[in-house]
Nanobody, 124 residues
Framework: QVQLVESGGGLVQAGDSLRLSCAPSGRTFTIRAMAWFRQAPGEEREFVAVRSWTGDSTFYADSVKGRFTISRDNAKNTLTLQMNSLKPEDTAVYYC?????????????????WGQGTQVSVSS
C-alpha cells in the first residue's frame, strides 16, 4: 500500500505563489507516476499535472501551463507543485495521486492512490 500526504495549501491573493508538497510512504517502490488533481466545490475532479516518478516526463493541463511546475524533490523524496501567478479560478482542494505504471493519464480513475487533499484559496 502507498500513503500520500499533501501540504502547503493556504489563502493567497491573485498573482501570488504557493508551493504544494506530497510525501509518499509505504510501498513507494511501486510508484511510476505521480500527479496533481484539483476539485472546486460542485465541480468534477480536474487534472492539473503529472510526472514520471523515476524519469523527467511531465504533462500539464492547458489552464496551468506556464504557471505551474511539477517536480520531484530528490532530497526529501517528495512531489512538489510550484504554483505561480495564481488566479481565483485556481481555488480548489488539490489532491496528490500515484499510479503503479507510467501513462501520463489525465483521468482520475487511472490512479491507484490518493492523498487527503489540501485547500488552496485565491482571492481577487
Amino acid at each position: 500500500q502507498v500513503q500520500l500526504v499533501e501540504s502547503g495549501g493556504g489563502l493567497v491573493q491573485a498573482g501570488d505563489s504557493l508551493r504544494l508538497s506530497c510525501a509518499p510512504s509505504g510501498r513507494t517502490f511501486t510508484i511510476r507516476a505521480m500527479a496533481w488533481f484539483r476539485q472546486a466545490p460542485g465541480e468534477e475532479r480536474e487534472f492539473v499535472a503529472v510526472r514520471s516518478w523515476t524519469g523527467d516526463s511531465t504533462f500539464y493541463a492547458d489552464s496551468v501551463k506556464g504557471r505551474f511546475t511539477i517536480s520531484r524533490d530528490n532530497a526529501k523524496n517528495t512531489l512538489t507543485l510550484q504554483m505561480n501567478s495564481l488566479k481565483p479560478e485556481d481555488t480548489a482542494v488539490y489532491y496528490c495521486a500515484a499510479r503503479r505504471s507510467w501513462s501520463g493519464s489525465r483521468s482520475w480513475d487511472a490512479y491507484d492512490y490518493w492523498g487527503q487533499g489540501t485547500q488552496v484559496s485565491v482571492s481577487s
